[in-house]
């Protein structure tokens, strides 16, 4: 079986103004973090991409995805992150905002190429920057696992949680 995420990560009270801004709701996290689970339309679609230029990891990333994430770290710290896995190959891709503007990122690893010399689970993009959001991981669980990412296979099935 695959697992795939794309969505926005931040503190509720930072992610309630990005679920404004796109008028989707968010899901409540552990650790008084939410995801706001999308962006829902197919890669290459007629919306307007993002401003990362071309060869960035981002496959979902839309522009009005990308305003609402950078409008909303004003309040709070938003993270965007995107994971698509199938046989334990696949990739991750992570970037932060803060203030408005890109605090961390883009960072991404793809599975399928080989890891750097010396590189560690800690290395992991996704992780990488929960931990720069804030997310404290537990003694048996790294930043994923706190907030409880794996919870669901696909975006899609994140809304129905509530």
Known sequence: ??????????????????????????????????????????????????????????WWLVADWEAAAGSASIRSPIAYVEADFFGGVGTQTAVLWRDGAVLLGPLGRDTDRQAPPGSTLDAEPINTTLRQLGVRRAADRDEFDTLALGQHRRTEDWPDDD
Request: glycine share 14%; hydrophobic share 45%.
């Open 1 to 58: 079986m695959g697992y795939q995420l794309r969505g926005m990560i931040g503190a509720r009270h930072g992610i309630a103004h990005a679920s404004a801004a796109l008028g989707i709701p968010p899901v409540d996290l552990p650790e008084g973090f939410a995801l706001l689970p999308g962006p829902t339309l197919a890669p290459n679609a007629s919306a307007p991409v993002s401003s990362w230029p071309a060869g960035a990891p981002f």
